[in-house]
């Protein structure tokens, strides 16, 4: 299809639906506290806010986000630009980041309670932080952390690729809790294999564990990429979101063994992933479109990046959003 395609279908909306959390803190963009949140903001109010789910911090800046981001949540009573437009959204969603010792996780909640305590008056601005993230160090401090973590936040464990994940997966089995894998970086070593993130998404499928992504998946299709935004950055083949989504839904619905899991990452043709009124598919396999929306709803979650308007550039590329 051509850069002027018609109205997106149910499928591709249904995958986009929440997709991206948005983390311009972090590497490669690495912005400002204030116009990280003006981005954000912004993109909340535009035609492809559908895509956009949570604000990506470190618990350790929440004051920050608080002193810089008031004036932009809904719920201020700003008189002018996208600030009025913003006073009637929804609350903004906020995942916080937490250190991988229990001390550390204990002062993160606390500043959470303070946080949340703070934004669920109008006047300071609507957001709420529901979900962290933190490193998975052993599967005994998943145990652990998760005593101390109240019910209403779901958090995400992040998992070391570079070791043999099953034992962690399993430890978040049966909890309300989710994994999480990093799929790329600024440097070519930082990117795991497809191997690599095919055994994560299996351990997560057998457990009926969800997760999310982070890093890496800029882009929709598996290609070679320069990793940062720097005009001598160095240049990696790069995970594609359409990849992983679409392949994990797969192996939900079990259109695929989990042995095939590796090809659908390794894709690097675009044409090979599909959307119709009925569903999603890559080449030979399909999932309709209950399984997909189950998938998106249970199973893979979400994933971070730094950047909102390059993933929905690169779909417009592609034919698969209309053009702006």
């Known amino acids: ?14 995958l986009l639906d929440g997709l991206i959390d948005y ?12 116009p990280a949140l003006e981005e954000f903001a912004r993109q909340r109010m535009s035609g492809e806010a559908y895509a956009l789910a ?3 911090c470190p618990a350790s800046r929440l004051k920050e986000l608080s002193d810089k981001g008031a004036a932009l949540m809904p719920g201020t009573f700003a008189t002018s630009g996208y600030r009025e437009m913003a006073d009637h959204s929804e609350p903004w969603g906020i ?14 909640l606390d500043t959470i309670d303070a946080f949340n305590e703070h934004h669920s008056a109008e006047g300071a601005g609507l957001a709420r932080v529901d979900m962290i993230e933190l490193p998975a160090t052993e599967p005994g401090f998943i145990d652990d952390a998760l005593d101390l973590i109240p019910s209403d ?3 995400f464990f992040e998992i070391d690729w570079r070791g043999d994940c099953r034992g962690s997966v399993a430890a978040l089995a049966g909890n309300d809790a989710a994994a999480k894998i990093r799929c790329g970086g600024v440097t070519e070593d930082l990117i795991p294999p497809s191997e690599a993130v095919a055994a994560f998404i299996n351990a997560c499928r ?7 992504a982070t890093a890496g998946l800029h882009h929709p299709v ?29 192996l939900k619905a079990r259109a695929i063994e989990p042995d095939r899991l590796v090809d659908v990452l390794e894709e690097t043709d675009a ?41 929905m550039r690169d779909l417009r590329e592609l034919g698969l959003l209309a053009a702006r």
């Open 1 to 14: 299809m051509g850069a002027y395609a018609a109205a997106m279908s149910r499928p591709l909306q249904t």
């Open 23 to 34: 983390a311009g803190l972090f590497p490669p963009a690495k912005l400002d506290m204030a």
């Open 54 to 56: 949570r604000f990506v």
């Open 95 to 108: 995942s916080a980041l937490l250190p991988g010792d229990l001390e550390g996780v204990e002062r993160g």
């Open 153 to 155: 936040i779901m958090p």
């Open 206 to 212: 057998a457990g009926d564990v969800p997760f999310k």
């Open 222 to 250: 598996r290609a070679e990429h320069a990793l940062t935004y720097e005009p001598d950055a160095p240049r990696g083949v790069m995970h594609g979101f359409l990849n992983v989504f679409i392949g994990a839904a797969l």
């Open 271 to 311: 044409s090979a992933f599909t959307f119709d009124r009925e569903g999603a598919g890559w080449r030979d396999a399909r999932v309709d479109l209950i399984g997909l929306a189950s998938a998106r709803e249970r199973f893979c979650l979400s994933y971070g990046s730094c950047s909102f308007s390059e993933p």
